[in-house]
Structures are given as structure tokens and as C-alpha cells.
């Protein structure tokens, strides 16, 4: 037995060996973070002795962030292997508590190892913790020991006298002598060892800038050059020309420069000195060309048509080349200061140098301020505007006051910034100027862009127009997102600070116990706008593809796309907002708290919205039918959940709630088909035959093609009225809608027929009598009593009425000539036993007079 | 034109990186994590049933059970008796 055990034990021993041993994982990664951890040691050696010079300091900021990346990858790289060990732990269980059965002792050893090599994983995991921590705070110190670099260098003072300048000036000859020295004998190393790799170099980099400005061209064509025949171009062609011809030209030279650095450092062409000299003088060179032609572009020198900056052709020039040498003597004062430091001048020529260029820079900017570029409406010259020539002016005497008051420093600082952020605001006012010219209305669809959307997706004016819209706010914010960043960073602000800031909104700003991320909600918008543009495709499919096939009919197919539809947007937006990070469950303990106030409040609206849930299940009505509801008739247009649209026949379109749909009754005329019928009541006259009559009308009916045949049409006799025999045609129709022509049709033919076969229509007639005739006749002269008698003392007349009380022409004579007026309108006002009343009016004036 | 915007707005969506860890607590009790960022430590409690999204450019962490590990940003740990998982 105890043989047995031993054995056992040693089997046990055998397979959980490897695991004492140092695990494969362990391995592998403990030399490369000794690696790390020694290169940081290096490097914080190196920051110690490195502390005064701010572009090492930039060096090893960006190794050390490397070693730092490395460090976690290599803290990473653990992780399978303890995920590993922590399932089989688990699965091994815990160690068996007192009084517990024991476990087999192979159970027990190999837990005890696996803990062993997780305990050691730890231990290196806190080593590349540790070093982590140290590499982020050397990072925190660079970024401070360089905010200090920067203040003093700005605040550093240096006693000037003309001594020095004159000093400087020789030890400049000597200085270029000594450079020219420098740069000759890397020319005969790179003509004597390295000509074939310098000219691979040179050549690729050219093929670079070369494809760029083909494609470039390809693409952007005609649009880099101003057209000297139009002499009014748009602001946004102007725009655009700039834009495309300093772009281009800038990028081809930065693509060459950047790729010959590139090539010559791969060929191992450069030397550390001439290194450093070519990426200041590279980048001062791509700046310089940059500026010139945003200043071209934007003058415009020779074509004024295409100025962006409405100045006259003289001044134009003059700012043109200001703003070059500028540029130049700003770029040389960089160039020679990097010369400097790599040749390890003496202080007084940097100071020397440095005092002439800045104040060159200081006197040109004062001198563009006094610039009269302008002109006012009598054609005098005009000057800047008053906070333009201000700004210039203070820029100007404040970069000259302080290189003369002996703050280089902080003069180099102005000219430098002068040239580079005034680059980027002149940059980012064309860009800010284009996105207001292109969101303008009407003008996206003459861009380039606009112009290929248009010939290409076939899109319309407003959605061109939208997308000018949208087109602006990117450029916009792509403005602000390039260029603040930019100049933050040419101002002594750091990328790390930036980057930080910037993802600090992006990801979350605090605001109480809610916390705002920018880039959720973008997310939210995002997603939520996918959702709906898959809603809107699967409701097309659905509905065009397989309802539209399935014969189904035209209602339903609406209902279930509405109902799809509202389905989808609800989702969309609950996806939305969880994407946006909005927990959904605040929101339902809001909700909850408010529903009541809102439940009243929504009353109605919620009713509207039930009541077109209803309508959709239930469909009463369909889109295009004729439905009457109170007042209100006309075709259904949309039915919507809150409410349905009808357009009356006069073209009205009423929205009509939903509930008032649901609550009252709707007649549909064209509910379940569109046979209707239409009744046609007419009168003969009496006398005439009735059975002709019925069989004329029928007869009508039968010829009326939007009559149905069956039912087939009837006439039905209605009644004696009081001056006709009364019928009424009723004829059915297969087409409701098409009544008032069916009508018409069928009115005209049984006018023409009755017309034909001499059937009378009556109109109503009826018979007065009227005592008082008898006072007129004895008044009349004679013939008229003696007329009067042959007709008889009753007269027929159409119109009943008081026209026996008109009073006749002697009437008239009489009154009027008893009040000696010229002429007058008599009128009857009435009567009684015998006596008449009249009234003589005469121009809006009347008088009574009565008569017997 | 309509979809090449969406289209625009979906890929930009699938190629934005993931900024933050997120860490959900499944435990019915709060747990604190010691979370090692930048330059310094400090420790995070995560109520229970929380979820909270912490480390947006690679950091340390000490789970409660004495467990190191590294994380890159973008990774969701789930505490559940106070072990951790990492997805």
C-alpha cells in the first residue's frame, strides 16, 4: 500500500514538474521588460543631463512613450496564460477545510504550482506596473521641465550694446565659413560614397511629389487656375481657385521634402548635424511656400477679378511682397538658429542675429499696417479696418520693443508666430469663409462636387441644397479641429495636454452626476440614423417586394408599412439611446414620476394616437377613399397616427384628428367597392304622358356609360306636385367618384329627349288677387279703365306681390309736381280704408304726402 | 445621396477605436479595483451591479482577488465573486 502511495506521489510529481519550472510565458517576456526597464533607466539618465534643450527634451518624450506602449504590451501578453491558470484553478476547487476529506496530494501540487507561477506573473505584472507609473511621471516631468523652457525663454533678458552687434557680425562670416565647411564635405561623402542612394532618394521623392500633383490635377482640374476671361467669378469659384492652387502646389513640396528626408535618413545618406539642418530648413521651406501661395492665391496680383480680399492693384502688391519677406526673414531667423545650436555658436551672434531678423519682421508688419489697401466711396484710399490696424500695429512695435529692450526670446517668439499663426488664421478664414459661401443657398449645386452629384445620383436642388448645409458645418469643424490644435501648439501648449482635453470631451465631462461624452452622443446619432435608414429600406422591401407581389390590398399594405414603420423608428431610437450611453432605467424613473402630469397633459394627443392604432387595425377608410365625416368630405390622403389628412374637392387639405375619426360616424363612399348610386328628381308638366316620361328617362339612364347594369337603372312616378307630375330617376354607378359627370351626362340627355318628344317642364305657377286695384282704375284716365275692362279686373302674373300698390305715372305727376320738385321717384308706403300713402324721394331727401 | 452620407456615418462608426475599459460588477456587494493610470494610482469602487468605463489609454489594474492586469482600453472585465474575466 505504502509502495502504492509513493509511486503515486512521484507520478504526480513527474506531471506537475514542467509546472515548477519557469512557465514558457515567464520566459519569454521577463527579458524584454528587463529590456524596457533599462532603456528607461537610459533615458532618465539622459533627461537628467538633457534638461536645457526642448527639442531632446521632445526626443525622448516620444521614446519614452514608446517604452511605455511596450511596457503594457508586454504586461498584456500575460493575460492568456493567466486566464489559463485561473480556470484551472477553478476548476480544481478550493484547498479542503478542516475536517474536510483530504485531497489527493497530485490535486495539491498542482495548485500549489499553478499558484507559484501566477504569484510569479503578478510579480512581473507589478514590475511593468511600477515601471509604467515611473515612465508617465518622467512624461509629467518633460512636459513641465519644457512649459519652464518655454517661460524663460520668452522672459530671458540680454544686455545689448552695439559692441556686440559688430562682434556678431564677424562671427557670422566665420559661422557661415564653418557651415559652408560642414555642408561641403557631406556633399563630397554623399557625391563619393552615397551618389547612387542619394539620387534613388531624389528620385523617389520626386515620384512621390509627382504623383500627387498629377492626381492632384486629375482631380481637381480646372479649378486650380483663375480664368483671366471671366471677370466675375463667384466668391465661391474665387474660394475655390485659392483653395486648390495653394493647397496643391504646398502639398506636392511638403511630399517631396518629407519623402527626400525620408529616403535620404533610409539610405543612411545623412549625418546627425546635417540631419537636423535639413529638417529646419525643410520645414521652413515648406512654410515659406505654403504662405506664398496663400498669398498669391488670395491677392491675386494679377488678376483682381479673382482677389478674395477686396484690395486695390497696388497695395495688393505691396502686401504681396511684405507678406513674403516676412515670411522670409522670419524662416531665416529659424534656419540660422537651428545653424547655431548644431554648430555650437557663441551667444552673442545667436543674440546678434536674432535682434536684426526679428525687428526686419517687426518693421515689415508695421509697415503693412500702414498699408491704405482700400478705397472709401469717393475712390480716396482707404486703410485697414480700425481693429485690423490696431492688431498690426501692436504686433509690430511690441516685436520690435522687445528685441530692442533685449527679450530675444520673446521677440523670435512674435515673429515666429506672426509668420505660422497668421499662416493658420488666414487659412482658417478662407476655410470659414468657403463653408459660408457653400452652405448658401443654390450655390452647392455649382461646385464641383455638386455639379457630379447632381450628374451622377441625379439629386434634386434641396437635397443639394442640404447637402451645402452639411458641407459647411464640416468645414466648419474640420477648420476647428485642424487649425485650434495648431495654433494651441505653436502658442507653448503641449499635444499631450491637447490630446487629453480633447479626449476628455470626447469621452465624458462630469456635469453632477451625470456625465456628458460627446463622442456617445455622436455615436447615439449615429446609430440611430443607421437604425432608421434599415427601417426605411425593410418598409420599401417589404411594401414594394413582397406585399406590392402578394396582391395584398392597397389598405392593408399601409397599414402594415405604417405600422413597420413606427415600429422601426421606435427601436432605432431606443438603440440610439443606449448607444449613446443613456441609461434607459433613469429614464423610466423620470418617466414614471412625470407620466401623470404628462398623461394629462397629452390627453388628447395620446387619444389621437390610440385612436390611429384603431385606425390602422381596423381600417374604416383606406388612402383614396371618399369619406364624409361631419362636415368635412373629400379624398383620404394619409393616415398617420396622430391624424389623417383629406383633401376636399376644392383642393383643401384638412387634417383631421384621428379620434374625431373614431368617435363620430364616417361615411365612406367607397368603403368596400366604388358602386354608388346617384338620383335624378324631375318635374313634368301636367297633361303630359307619364309612362313615355318614364321610359324617356330610362332611356337617359340606359345611355349614360358610367351607369351600372345591373342593378340597372329605375324610374320611379314620386308624386303630384304642386305645378308638376313628379319623378325620380335612380341610377347606380360603377365609379362613385365619377358622379357630377354621370349626373351632367344624364341631365343633358333627358333634357334633349323630353325636349324632342315635347315633354313640358313647368315652372311653378300661381294665381293672386287683389281688391285694391280697383281705387288705381278709377283714378286712371280712361283708355286705361277702358283696357283695364277688356282684360278684366284680375290679373295673372308671375310674381306676386305689392306691384298693385305701384303707383302709376299720374301718381307720380301729381306728387312730384305739388312739391315743385323737378323730378322724384314716388313709392308706395302703405295703406288703409280708402287711403293711399306714397313718399316722393329726390336725391336720398323724402317727403309724405298722402292721397285719397 | 441620402445613403452614401449613411454609409459614410456606418464606417466612420466601425473604425472609431474603443476609448474606455468598461467594468461590470456582478456581485451583490461594492468592489474596488486599484487602478494604476497616468502617474499615479487610485482606486476605483464599483457599486454592486455597476458598470463604469474608466481607463480610456491603457492602464494597471489590481483586481480584488490581488490579480494584476494590464489592460489596452477597449477590453469589458466582469467581476463575479470577486475574480475577475476579462472579454
Known amino acids: 500500500m505504502i509502495r502504492f502511495a509513493r509511486l503515486f506521489v512521484l507520478i504526480a510529481l513527474l506531471l506537475a514538474g514542467p509546472a515548477f519550472a519557469a512557465d514558457p510565458i515567464i520566459e519569454q517576456q521577463q527579458p524584454v521588460i528587463d529590456r524596457l526597464v533599462r532603456d528607461v533607466d537610459a533615458l532618465a539618465a539622459r533627461l537628467d543631463k538633457e534638461k536645457g534643450d526642448d527639442i531632446k527634451l521632445v526626443d525622448i518624450r516620444n521614446q519614452l512613450e514608446e517604452k511605455g506602449k511596450a511596457l503594457l504590451n ?44 501566477k504569484a510569479e506573473i503578478n510579480t512581473l505584472l507589478g514590475r511593468a506596473e511600477d515601471e509604467t507609473l515611473r515612465v508617465n511621471r518622467l512624461l509629467e516631468q518633460i512636459s513641465e521641465l519644457r512649459r519652464q523652457l518655454f517661460a524663460n525663454q520668452l ?89 486648390a492652387s495653394t493647397l496643391l ?18 539610405f543612411n545618406v545623412l549625418r546627425g548635424d546635417i540631419g537636423e539642418l535639413m529638417v529646419t530648413s525643410f520645414n521652413v521651406i515648406a512654410t515659406i511656400v505654403f504662405i506664398e501661395r496663400l498669398a498669391r492665391s488670395a491677392l491675386s496680383v494679377h488678376l483682381p477679378a479673382w482677389r478674395l480680399i477686396p484690395v486695390e492693384n497696388g497695395p495688393a502688391r505691396a502686401l504681396y511682397w511684405l507678406v513674403l519677406a516676412t515670411a522670409l526673414t522670419a524662416g531665416a531667423d529659424f534656419i540660422l538658429s537651428r545653424v547655431n545650436s548644431v554648430l555650437g555658436s557663441p551667444l552673442t551672434l545667436t543674440i546678434a542675429k536674432s535682434f536684426v531678423l526679428t525687428i526686419a519682421v517687426g518693421l515689415m508688419v508695421i509697415a503693412i499696417s500702414r498699408l491704405k489697401p482700400f478705397h472709401d466711396e469717393a475712390g480716396r484710399p482707404r486703410r485697414w479696418p480700425n481693429w485690423a490696424q490696431a492688431l498690426l500695429l501692436a504686433v509690430g512695435v511690441v516685436t520690435v520693443l522687445s ?109 453632477g452626476s451625470v456625465t456628458i461624452s460627446l463622442l456617445g452622443i455622436l455615436t447615439g446619432v449615429a446609430v440611430f440614423a443607421l437604425a432608421l435608414f434599415l427601417t426605411r429600406w425593410f418598409q420599401r422591401w417589404l ?79 383606406k388612402v383614396g377613399d371618399w369619406i364624409v365625416a361631419g362636415t368635412i368630405q373629400g379624398t383620404v390622403k394619409r393616415i398617420s397616427v396622430r391624424a389623417t389628412e383629406i383633401e376636399t374637392f376644392q383642393r383643401q387639405t384638412i387634417i383631421l384628428p384621428n379620434s374625431d375619426l373614431i368617435n363620430q ?11 354608388g348610386r346617384i338620383d335624378v328628381p324631375i318635374g313634368v308638366a301636367y297633361g303630359s304622358d307619364a309612362v313615355k316620361v318614364q321610359e324617356l328617362m330610362l332611356a337617359a339612364a340606359r345611355a ?19 305645378s308638376s307630375l313628379d319623378f325620380e330617376l335612380r341610377v347606380f354607378l360603377t365609379d362613385i367618384t365619377d358622379q357630377i359627370a354621370a349626373l351632367n351626362g344624364i341631365r343633358l340627355r333627358i333634357l334633349e329627349a323630353f325636349r324632342a318628344n315635347g315633354v313640358k317642364i313647368p315652372f311653378p305657377q300661381s294665381e293672386v288677387h287683389y281688391p285694391a286695384a280697383s281705387r288705381t282704375r278709377r283714378r286712371s284716365s280712361r283708355p286705361a279703365r277702358q283696357r283695364n275692362r277688356r282684360r278684366g279686373e284680375t290679373r295673372r302674373q308671375q310674381n306676386p306681390g305689392p306691384a298693385a300698390e305701384k303707383p302709376t305715372l299720374t301718381h307720380e305727376k301729381t306728387c312730384c309736381r305739388s312739391f315743385s320738385w323737378r323730378s322724384g321717384r314716388l313709392s308706395y308706403i302703405g295703406g288703409d280704408k280708402g287711403t293711399e300713402r306714397f313718399r316722393c324721394v329726390h336725391r336720398g331727401r323724402w317727403k309724405h304726402r298722402s292721397s285719397r | 445621396m441620402k445613403k452614401v452620407l449613411l454609409a459614410v456615418m456606418a464606417l466612420s462608426l466601425a473604425a472609431g477605436p474603443a476609448l474606455a475599459a468598461t467594468v461590470v460588477n456582478r456581485d451583490a456587494e461594492a468592489r474596488t479595483l486599484i487602478v494604476t493610470e497616468g502617474s499615479d494610482k487610485s482606486e476605483l469602487t464599483i457599486g454592486a451591479g455597476e458598470s463604469v468605463d474608466f481607463c480610456p489609454g491603457g492602464c494597471f489594474v489590481t483586481m480584488p482577488n490581488g490579480d494584476r492586469e494590464a489592460l489596452t482600453g477597449g477590453e469589458t472585465i466582469e467581476i463575479s465573486g470577486g475574480a475577475a474575466k476579462i472579454r
Open chain 1, 155 to 243: 522672459s530671458k533678458r540680454y544686455d545689448l550694446n552695439f559692441a556686440l552687434l559688430g562682434e556678431g557680425a564677424s562671427e557670422f562670416r566665420a559661422e557661415m565659413a564653418e557651415l559652408w565647411r560642414i555642408v561641403g564635405s557631406w556633399w563630397n561623402f554623399v557625391l563619393k560614397f552615397k551618389l547612387r542612394a542619394s539620387l534613388l532618394a531624389g528620385f523617389f521623392a520626386l515620384a512621390a511629389a509627382a504623383v500627387l500633383v498629377i492626381g492632384g490635377r486629375r482631380v481637381v482640374g480646372e479649378a486650380m487656375r483663375p480664368d483671366p476671361v471671366n471677370l466675375e467669378p463667384t466668391y465661391l469659384s474665387r474660394l475655390s481657385v485659392a483653395f
Open chain 1, 543 to 621: 411594401d414594394g417586394q413582397v406585399l406590392a407581389r402578394g396582391k395584398v390590398d392597397a389598405g392593408v399594405r399601409n397599414s402594415i408599412r405604417l405600422a413597420v414603420g413606427y415600429a422601426g423608428t421606435a427601436v432605432a431610437g431606443l438603440i440610439g439611446v443606449s448607444a449613446a450611453g443613456i441609461d434607459l432605467s433613469n429614464l423610466a424613473l423620470v418617466a414614471g414620476a412625470l407620466s401623470l402630469g404628462i398623461g394629462f397633459g397629452l390627453q388628447n394627443i395620446v387619444s389621437n394616437f390610440v385612436s390611429g392604432l384603431i385606425l390602422l387595425a381596423e381600417r374604416p377608410f
Open chain 1, 403 to 511: 528685441a530692442l529692450l533685449g527679450y530675444i526670446g520673446f521677440a523670435r517668439f512674435m515673429a515666429r508666430q506672426i509668420v505660422v499663426t497668421g499662416a493658420l488664421v488666414a487659412t482658417m478664414s478662407i476655410g470659414f469663409l468657403t463653408a459660408s459661401a457653400v452652405s448658401e443657398e443654390g450655390a452647392f449645386a455649382h461646385t464641383l462636387l455638386g455639379r457630379r452629384a447632381k450628374s451622377r445620383f441625379g439629386a434634386e436642388d434641396t437635397t443639394l441644397d442640404q447637402l451645402g448645409l452639411v458641407a459647411g458645418i464640416a468645414i466648419n469643424l474640420f477648420m476647428v479641429l485642424a487649425g485650434g490644435p495648431l495654433i494651441l501648439l505653436q502658442w507653448g501648449f503641449q499635444w499631450g495636454d491637447i490630446r487629453a482635453f480633447a479626449l476628455k470631451i470626447l469621452t465624458g465631462v462630469q456635469v
Open chain 1, 665 to 675: 360616424a364616417v361615411g365612406n363612399w367607397t368603403h368596400k367597392n366604388k358602386l
Open chain 1, 704 to 722: 349614360e356609360p358610367r351607369a351600372a347594369k345591373s342593378p340597372e337603372p329605375v324610374v320611379f312616378f314620386t308624386g303630384f306636385g304642386a
Open chain 1, 249 to 266: 502646389p504646398s502639398a506636392a513640396v511638403a511630399t517631396f521634402l518629407g519623402a527626400s528626408y525620408f529616403f535620404f535618413d533610409y
Open chain 1, 74 to 117: 508586454a504586461a498584456v501578453a500575460f493575460r492568456p496564460r493567466r486566464d489559463e491558470i485561473n480556470a484551472r484553478l477553478d476548476q480544481l476547487g478550493n484547498p479542503p477545510k478542516e475536517g474536510e476529506p483530504a485531497e489527493a496530494e497530485a490535486v495539491t501540487a498542482e495548485r500549489a504550482a499553478l499558484k507559484a507561477v
